[in-house]
């Protein structure tokens, strides 16, 4: 089973960028899809952003598509969020999440392992 650490997160301008990252540790990264998502305060988590395990296929949210870009690195077993255009409504606690199915990406109940989050907080 992966451990996972983001980090990445901070205060940001609206219409600003950010770049979150997602370390997994031991060796069997590759062999999980990963999973982007967010909670705001009194919102349930919601999904952001997925990728297979190859990384030749992505999932986002229609809330951020144009503006989110998710990748993986397995090489250095490591998931990004790159988030351009940030806008207030996308401040949230981020977590990255780990799948082994593979299955129906865009449920967090396929997902068996989670990051303990990065804050994220776009000021207008």
């Known amino acids: 089973q992966v451990q996972l650490v983001e980090s990445g997160g901070g205060l940001v301008q609206a219409g600003g960028s950010l770049r979150l990252s997602c370390a997994a540790s031991g060796r069997t990264f590759s062999s999980y899809a990963m999973g982007w998502f967010r909670q705001a305060p009194g919102k349930e988590r919601e999904f952001v952003a997925a990728v297979t395990r190859s990384g030749d296929s992505t999932y986002r949210a229609d809330s951020v598509k144009g503006r989110f870009t998710i990748s993986r690195d397995n090489a250095k077993n490591t998931v990004y969020l790159q988030m351009n255009s940030l806008e207030p409504e996308d401040t949230a606690v981020y977590y990255c999440?780990?799948?082994?199915?593979?299955?129906?990406?865009?449920?967090?109940?396929?997902?068996?392992?989670w990051g303990q989050g990065t804050q994220v907080t776009v000021s207008s």
């Open positions: 999440a780990a799948s082994r199915t593979g299955w129906t990406l865009r449920s967090r109940d396929n997902y068996d392992t």
